[in-house]
C-alpha cells in the first residue's frame, strides 16, 4: 500500500496557497507555446473551457468529443445553476462559507486545499461567462440573481431559468470556435478515445475510433487533459446521456492513471421515477425545484389516494419535520435516504411504484402561478410532456436516481494523475466534492478547472519537463502497440456471436449495482455483488452478440466496448464500498448509521480517499491511501437539523 501526497503546496494560510502557487510555477514564453500540442478528451464544460483557454495562450490544441458537435455535451442537460461566492444578496455569504459547505456537504472526504480553490476562483467564472454572454437570470435592477440550493442557508446559486448548463457551454462553445476559426484549436467529433498512449512512463498520446467510419487514428502531443464526464451509467438507469461513459478513464486506468473513491455515487433524489422495464433513461427534474417545492408523503402506508384528496393533517412533510433548519434543502444524500425510508415503509404515492411528491401549492398560492412559470416553466413543461400530468394542479412525483460520480481518476493539487502529462478536470477526477457534491457545485468545478486552473498547471508541467525538442510521433512503436490492441479488443467483441443482446446484459448489470451497491449498502449484499458482476463478466465474454461489422456506424459495438469496461468498473465500485466499511456522504453503510439512521464516520480509520492501482487483468487491485487532514474545517458529525 502507498501513501498518496496530493502536492498541496506548503503553507499554514489555506487562503493564499494558490496565489502563492500560481506565482511559483513555470511559465513557458509566448513565443515557445506553439511549440507545444496539447490533447483535449471530451468538449463538455471542463473541455471546451481548458481546449479555448490554452488555444487562446497559443498552444497547438486537439479537442475530440465523441458528439456531432460540442454543444451536445452532457453538460448541455444541467438544469438548476452553478455556484459562486459573489454574495449579490448580501445575506452573510464569502468564500470561505463556500469552502465550508462543500467539505461539510461532501461529509469531510475532500482535499481542503483543493476545495478552497474552488471556493475561490467561483467568483472569476460568473464574471467570464457573464462577459461571454451567458443570459443568467436577472433581477429588476439589472443585477444577477441568485437562488438557493441544497446543503446551503444562502443563496448562492446563478441561474439561466431551468438551462443553466447549456447556455454555459454555448458560452464555452464560442470561446472553443473562435480558437477553432483561429487555428489554434483543432476540433474533431464523433471520435471515441480507445486507448492511451504511454511513453517512457508519460501520457504522449491517444487512439480514438471514428464511430462513423470505424477507422482507428493515432494522436500525439506533449500532455493529454481527461475531460470525460462521469461513469453513472453503469448503473444502466441513470440521468446521464445515453453515450456517457467512463472508458476514456478505464483505459487510463490500466495504463497507471489511479482510481480514487470510485463507490461515491450520487443518488439525486428529484427525478421522475422509473415507469417500466423496458426504459432506458432517467429524467432530472433540477434541485432548485425544492426551493418552492414541498416533498411530503401521506402519513398511512398504503394510502394511494389522488393528492389533491389527502388533507393536510394526513401528510408527512418529513425533510421539514426532520430537518428544520434546512427542510427540503438538506443536501441530495440526506434527501435520497429520506426518500427510501420513506418507500420501505410503504408510503409510495402510488401503488406499484417507486414515489413521493414534490408539491407547489403553497408556492403558487403565496407567489402566484405567473412567478412559479417565471422560475420553472421549461421544467413544468418538460414534466408534463413525459407524465401527461400538469405540475401547476397536482404534485410533481419523484424518485431517487443514479446522477453523478464523485469517484474519478485520482489527481493531485495540479490536477495531474499518477501518469505524468496526463490531467483529469470536471466530473472525471476525483478531487473536489469528497462523498457527496452539493447542488449547482459540477459547473463550478468543470469551469474552474478548465478556465482557472489547468491554465496554469499543464504549461507548468510542460516547462518543468524539458519536452520541448523531445517530440514524440505516431510512429513511436507505443502508438503502434496500442492500435493494434485497441483493433484486437473490437474484433474480439465481434467474433463472439453469442445469443445474449448488450442492452440485456448492462439491464442486468445496472440491476445488480442498484440492489447490491445503490443508495443501501452492507457486507453481505457487497460481497454477493461482486460475483453476481464476475459471472455476469463470464457470460459476456462468452455469449454476447455484437451485430454489424467493424466498418461504418455500429451502436452496437460502441456499446459493447463500453459495457466491457463497466463490468470491470463496477466490481471495482463494490469492492472499494466493501473495503469502506463507515458511512459517509452518499457511501451509506448500513452497518454503519446513527440512532437517527444518518450517516456515521469513522474518521480515526477511513479519514483518507482510498486510491485503486491497476496490477493486472487477472490480478487484484491495490489499495493505497491518500489521508486527508481537515485543519480549516475540523471534523464533525454532520447535522442539517
Not at 444502466?236 to 446521456?241: F, P, Q, R, V
Not at 384528496?309 to 440526506?334: A, H, Q, T
Not at 496526463?422 to 466534492?433: T, V
Not at 473495503?579 to 457511501?587: D, L, N, V, Y
Request: with cysteine; aromatic share 10%.
Amino acid at each position: 500500500m502507498k501513501k498518496m501526497d496530493g502536492k498541496v503546496p506548503a503553507g499554514n494560510d489555506i487562503t493564499k496557497v494558490w496565489t502563492d502557487h500560481k506565482f511559483k510555477m513555470k511559465l513557458v514564453n509566448p513565443a515557445n507555446r506553439r511549440k507545444f500540442d496539447i490533447i483535449v478528451v471530451g468538449s463538455g464544460l471542463a473541455g471546451a473551457s481548458a481546449a479555448a483557454t490554452l488555444g487562446e495562450q497559443g498552444y497547438n490544441v486537439k479537442c475530440f468529443c465523441l458528439q456531432d458537435s460540442a454543444r451536445r455535451a452532457h453538460s448541455i442537460a444541467a438544469q438548476g445553476g452553478v455556484n459562486a461566492a459573489k454574495s449579490y444578496p448580501n445575506d452573510g455569504d464569502s468564500i470561505w462559507r463556500l469552502f465550508y459547505d462543500t467539505v461539510k456537504g461532501g461529509d469531510y472526504r475532500a482535499r481542503e486545499a483543493n476545495v478552497y480553490r474552488l471556493a475561490e476562483v467561483s467568483n472569476n467564472i460568473i464574471d467570464q461567462c457573464a462577459a461571454q454572454g451567458v443570459p443568467f437570470a436577472r433581477e429588476y435592477g439589472g443585477t444577477l440573481s441568485n437562488r438557493s440550493f441544497g446543503g446551503a442557508q444562502v443563496s448562492r446559486t446563478f441561474y439561466a431559468r431551468g438551462q443553466t448548463g447549456q447556455q454555459l457551454l454555448l458560452g464555452a462553445y464560442s470561446s472553443l470556435m473562435k480558437e477553432v476559426g483561429r487555428g489554434k484549436v483543432e476540433m474533431l467529433t464523433r471520435r471515441e478515445m480507445v486507448e492511451l498512449v504511454v511513453v517512457e512512463g508519460k501520457a504522449r498520446g491517444i487512439i480514438t475510433r471514428n464511430v462513423i467510419t470505424g477507422e482507428f487514428e493515432k494522436h500525439a502531443a506533449d500532455a493529454v487533459l481527461m475531460c470525460t464526464g462521469g461513469y453513472g451509467n453503469v448503473y444502466y438507469l441513470s440521468t446521464n446521456a445515453m453515450t456517457s461513459n467512463g472508458s476514456a478513464a478505464w483505459k487510463a486506468y490500466k495504463k497507471g492513471a489511479m482510481f480514487a473513491n470510485p463507490c461515491f455515487t450520487q443518488i439525486h433524489p428529484t427525478c421522475i421515477p422509473r415507469h417500466g422495464e423496458n426504459q432506458s433513461k432517467l429524467t432530472l427534474m433540477s434541485e432548485s425545484l425544492r426551493n418552492d417545492g414541498r416533498v411530503w408523503v401521506p402519513k398511512k402506508a398504503g394510502d394511494y389516494r389522488a393528492p389533491n384528496d389527502i388533507p393536510e393533517e394526513e401528510r408527512d412533510y418529513y425533510l421539514e419535520r426532520k430537518y428544520p433548519s434546512f427542510g427540503n434543502l438538506v443536501p441530495r444524500d440526506v434527501a435520497s435516504r429520506n426518500a427510501k425510508e420513506q418507500i420501505d415503509q410503504g408510503k409510495s404515492v402510488r401503488e406499484g411504484e417507486e414515489a413521493v411528491y414534490l408539491d407547489f401549492a403553497t408556492a403558487i398560492e403565496r407567489d402566484g402561478e405567473d412567478a412559479i412559470r417565471e422560475r420553472y416553466g421549461n421544467l413544468f413543461d418538460m414534466y408534463e410532456r413525459i407524465t401527461d400530468e400538469n405540475p401547476y394542479k397536482v404534485p410533481m412525483r419523484i424518485y431517487p436516481a443514479v446522477h453523478y460520480t464523485m469517484g474519478g481518476l485520482w489527481v493531485d493539487y495540479n490536477l495531474q494523475t499518477t501518469v505524468p502529462g496526463l490531467f483529469a478536470l470536471g466530473e472525471a477526477n476525483f478531487s473536489d466534492h469528497g462523498a457527496n457534491r452539493l447542488g449547482a457545485s459540477a459547473l463550478m468545478q468543470g469551469l474552474a478547472d478548465g478556465y482557472f486552473v489547468a491554465p496554469y498547471t499543464v504549461p507548468n508541467y510542460l516547462a518543468s519537463e524539458g519536452l520541448m525538442g523531445k517530440k514524440v510521433g505516431t510512429d513511436h512503436p507505443e502508438f503502434d502497440k496500442a492500435l493494434t490492441d485497441s483493433k484486437e479488443r473490437f474484433t474480439k467483441l465481434l467474433s463472439i456471436n453469442g445469443s445474449r443482446s448488450v442492452e440485456s446484459i448492462h439491464k442486468e448489470l445496472g440491476r445488480i449495482m442498484w440492489n447490491h451497491v445503490g443508495m443501501a449498502r452492507n457486507e453481505k449484499t457487497l460481497k454477493e455483488g461482486i460475483e453476481k458482476i464476475k459471472k455476469l463478466r463470464e457470460v459476456f465474454w462468452k455469449d454476447v452478440k455484437v451485430t454489424g461489422t467493424p466498418d461504418g456506424i455500429n451502436i452496437e459495438l460502441e456499446k459493447a466496448n463500453r459495457l466491457a469496461d463497466f463490468l470491470e468498473l463496477g466490481e471495482l465500485m463494490a469492492r472499494d464500498a466493501l473495503e469502506r466499511p463507515e458511512s459517509c456522504g452518499g457511501h451509506f453503510r448500513e452497518e454503519s448509521q446513527t440512532e437517527e439512521s444518518e450517516a456515521l464516520r469513522d474518521d480515526e480509520n477511513y479519514c483518507h480517499g482510498a486510491v485503486w492501482e491497476f496490477t493486472g487483468q487477472d490480478s487484484d487491485p491495490i489499495r493505497n491511501v491518500e489521508e486527508l487532514d481537515f485543519p480549516n474545517v475540523p471534523l464533525t458529525q454532520r447535522s442539517y437539523k
